[in-house]
């Protein structure tokens, strides 16, 4: 980033006017009910930052008509990542997401959507009662994941139906991998569709290089990202930034679903946080950038010196440890026991996400040693390099539509009797928060296999009951 713009971005016109507030409030006759925090005990660290937790007070503005601080702290948001305007989420990147796909995707609209999407696409598709058809991402060997979409498969779509409104994808995948866009978002520009991503992995990517090149940067016209996940913000914060060159009517509607599904009384705590890390972004130096990798690779030769193997994602701040011819869950639990915890396991590694520091943070010391016992019970190879990928068609689509799904009787079956029914709820292993099984697709027993196998492992399942049960949808034969 250019100095000059560099020093513009050192305002904080939020922080500043909630400053300014605390030196001027004597007493809050106002909510919230803690009353800057009067009523906390003294001896709580709560005590001092509920101070800041205010209300839309005279001088705080309001998030969904701003007018004062809040429009132009989210105007250095819109300069900083380069489009036409930039929205605090105060929901997480989930109602980002929701609102994108509203505002732009209507009743009967056909949709192609990355198989691998987030929970919260699925929901914002099944709300605007959409018809989605599951672009299923491709494995490649280099990454061992399954990331990045064959556009074949997406110009085959195109050709067979007529109408096609949106792309919607995910970049990066949670693991830190991405895939070409650009020529995927070209190709969809020319078909007359728009392309929307769920970014939420990527908010530090407008960084440029050793990052990969943000989805904004290559085209595509609304982007979300979860601003807590890999910036300074606090939990259940984000940003959605409408590209330059969409339709005004386009972004009037998002800005509607915004203020629709938002809360009415945004938390200034939260809002701060998200101008902080706008703020923290648009100062980081490439001196930022080495002490960032420095500290990263104290832990990677540690982890390497104790017998671990490491594989570095496209994002230089994840990727996934590897304990050869173990788990990764039982890697997670070996880390948890000496006071590492990962960002998630699964059957052969653990992914593991790196600060963004800033040179001057000298206080971050990596230990001299990881201890890796003896004694933990092997796994057959076979199970160690197991991998999950996505055996589906190029292209699917649901067995029942979400239209039909409203008509639809649910009833309740043990999960090892749902093979052949269609499945009436998300089925939904947490994290990363991605469907294994759709709403409205019929259940394989593939997917049986994947989350028995996950159960078994006493992992996070949402659209499960406590019995191992899944809702399936009545289907009516008619003679």
Not at 429 to 450: E, M, T
Request: aromatic content about 8%; overall charge negative; hydrophobic content about 35%.
């Amino acid at each position: 980033m250019k100095q000059e713009k560099r020093v513009q971005q050192q305002r904080r016109p939020l922080f500043c006017a909630l400053q300014n507030h605390l030196h001027e409030e004597k007493v809050s006759f106002h909510v919230p009910g803690h009353k800057n925090g009067v009523n906390w005990p003294v001896d709580s660290y709560m005590k001092q930052v509920l101070a800041m937790d205010q209300t839309e007070v005279t001088g705080l503005d309001y998030l969904h008509e701003a007018e004062g601080v809040l429009k132009e702290s989210q105007a250095l948001l819109r300069d900083v990542y380069g489009s036409r305007q930039s929205y605090y989420l105060i929901n997480g990147s989930t109602v980002g997401n929701l609102a994108m796909i509203l505002g732009t995707v209507s009743k009967g609209d056909t949709v192609l959507v990355d198989r691998s999407c987030h929970q919260s696409v699925i929901h914002a598709l099944e709300l605007a009662e959409a018809e989605p058809i599951f672009v299923t991402p491709t494995y490649q060997e280099e990454k061992k994941e399954a990331v990045g979409w064959d556009i074949n498969h997406v110009q085959s779509a195109f050709e067979e139906i007529s109408d096609i409104k949106a792309l919607i994808l995910t970049y990066p995948s949670y693991n830190g991998q991405v895939a070409e866009l650009k020529e995927l978002i070209e190709y969809t520009h020319q078909q007359g569709a728009v392309v929307l991503v769920d970014e939420a992995h990527g908010a530090h990517f407008t960084l440029g290089s050793p990052f990969p090149l943000s989805a904004l940067d290559q085209g595509a016209d609304v982007v979300v990202q979860s601003a807590h996940k890999m910036l300074p913000a606090l939990t259940q914060t984000g940003y959605l930034h409408v590209g330059k060159h969409v339709l005004e009517p386009i972004h009037q509607k998002i800005k509607q679903y915004l203020h629709m599904l938002q809360s009415s009384s945004p938390s200034y705590l939260l809002m701060q946080s998200l101008e902080y890390a706008r703020y923290f972004l648009s100062q980081f130096t490439r001196e930022d950038l080495q002490q960032t990798l420095a500290y990263r690779d104290q832990w990677l030769e540690l982890f390497r010196k104790s017998g671990l193997e490491f594989w570095q994602s496209d994002d230089p701040l994840k990727g996934r440890l590897i304990w050869a011819d173990h788990s990764g869950d039982q890697l997670s639990l070996l880390l948890e026991e000496q006071g590492f915890y990962p960002e998630k396991s699964d059957h052969e590694a653990v992914l593991l996400t790196f600060p963004l520091l800033k040179d001057s943070e000298k206080s971050l010391e990596v230990p001299n040693s990881f201890y890796l016992p003896e004694e933990v019970t092997r796994m057959e190879n076979k199970e160690a390099t197991k991998r999950q990928s996505f055996d589906y068609p190029g292209l699917t689509s649901l067995e029942m539509g979400y239209a039909e799904q409203k008509q639809a009787e649910v009833k309740k079956l043990p999960l090892t009797e749902a093979e052949g029914k269609i499945a009436g709820q998300n089925i939904t292993p947490y994290p990363p928060g991605i469907p294994l099984v759709l709403k409205g697709q019929r259940i394989l027993s593939a997917d049986i296999d994947s989350l028995q196998a996950s159960l078994n492992k006493k992992h996070r399942i949402v659209g499960l009951d406590k019995n191992k049960y899944v809702s399936i949808f009545i289907v009516k034969e008619f003679s």
